[in-house]
């Protein structure tokens, strides 16, 4: 299933997907301003588009300030037209969400493990899709690795970007709720991971205790923690393989650090990265379009300069281009370094990109 039958068939899609930036990894520290604004965009090659509308779209794309790619597959020709337009080609990858049918047939073991003891391989939550991978064994951060080098080796790719990097949402975004007929207002078991026999005896070696044996496993620090630090030991060792590699790696990310890390145990601070794209889709949490700047601000803040912000921006939450204007002008002020654009780029949101300073 590609991106686009996603967006149809669940409104999950999107907070997975998103629209991500990168920079390159000799490019420097995050807010350099004097280059002006560097944006993205996130795409689905469509092998249907000839050679000669890919140009012109690159093209356009360029002109309107956009400087690198999101490709969602490999296409050797749309990464090679949009290079020669002058963007960056970047293979986005969904990491932690796998649902590939050699992995679910063979190794089953490797999928995460729910606090009620479903395994996302036979029993994915919320959707048919959900295939958490659970990121504690030594086998799934080889597969993961063996996948970066593959696409990092490739001359045409000029960076990775990791998606769905992250735990199953143990709490979905609150505009979700009424879609599922779920109100999480607390952590549910069956949406709570990762609970298998790696994850429980690791965590128990280090403190004493098995997990499944807390009353109240939400409300434990430290279990918390060691989950951050699976996802971030993943992470930091596929960042490691891309810069061995000469190529930069970003990540999509939920929209602030504590969100992340409340709702999906994703902990991106802490992250070896060349530049992150927190997924600042308002509509999903119910905010205004000025929540934007708000997020940029605290994702900036707590960075500490250490990588550069691109804003994901969901372009079908807003209702004009002047809100659209508005929620990029409010996310550069706030120190990103552009925005990633999701959803269909066509020239109306061009011109707004290009009419924007
Ligand atoms: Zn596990």
């Known amino acids: 299933m590609n991106k686009r039958e996603f967006i149809k068939s669940s409104v999950l899609a999107g907070m997975g997907l998103t629209v991500l ?20 965009v996130w795409e689905n090659p469509d092998k249907k588009e000839n050679d000669l509308i890919l140009k ?10 956009i400087r690198g790619m999101f490709f969602e597959h490999d296409s050797e020709r749309h990464f090679r037209i949009a290079k020669k337009a002058g963007l960056e ?13 050699e992995l679910l047939e063979n190794h089953p073991e490797y999928y995460a493990v729910s606090r009620n003891g479903d395994s996302c391989a036979d029993k994915p939550p919320y959707v048919g899709y959900y295939r958490w991978l659970c990121p504690s064994k030594p086998e799934v951060k080889e597969y993961l690795t063996q996948q970066v080098k593959t696409i990092v080796e490739k001359d045409y790719v000029d960076g990775i970007h990791l998606d769905y990097i992250r735990y199953c949402d143990v709490i979905l975004p609150v505009n979700l709720w009424g879609n599922y007929g779920i109100e999480q207002s607390k952590e549910l078991p069956e949406y709570d991971f990762c609970y298998c026999e790696t994850c429980r005896s690791k965590y128990k070696e280090k403190t004493g205790v098995d997990p499944l044996d807390m009353e109240f496993p939400d409300q434990s620090p430290s279990w918390r923690t060691f989950r951050y630090k699976q996802i971030n ?9 891309a ?4 190529k930069p790696i970003t990540a999509a990310v939920f929209p602030t650090p504590e969100i992340a890390r409340r709702i999906v145990r994703q902990d991106w ?33 707590f960075l500490n300069g250490r990588f550069p912000i691109y804003a994901g921006v969901f372009l079908p939450d807003f209702k004009s281009q002047d809100e659209l204007a508005e929620g990029i002008r ?24 290009k009419n924007i300073f």
């Open 243 to 246: 810069h061995k590699n000469k």
């Open 89 to 101: 080609t970047h293979r986005w990858m969904w990491t932690m969400n796998r649902g590939e049918k």
């Open 269 to 301: 601070t802490n992250w070896n990265l060349d530049g992150v794209c927190p997924m600042i889709y308002h509509g999903f949490y119910k905010e205004q379009v000025s929540w934007i700047g708000d997020a940029v601000e605290e994702g900036i803040h």
């Open 21 to 40: 930036g990168a920079a390159n990894a000799s490019e420097g520290k995050a807010n350099k301003k004097t280059k002006g604004p560097k944006h993205w």
């Open 56 to 65: 012109a779209k690159y093209k356009s794309f360029y002109d309107a300030g």
């Open 233 to 241: 030991n993943i992470v930091n060792h596929l960042a490691e393989v």
């Open 330 to 353: 409010t996310a550069m002020a706030n120190g990103a370094s552009g925005v990633s654009l999701f959803g269909k780029v066509d020239e109306e949101v061009l011109n707004t990109l």
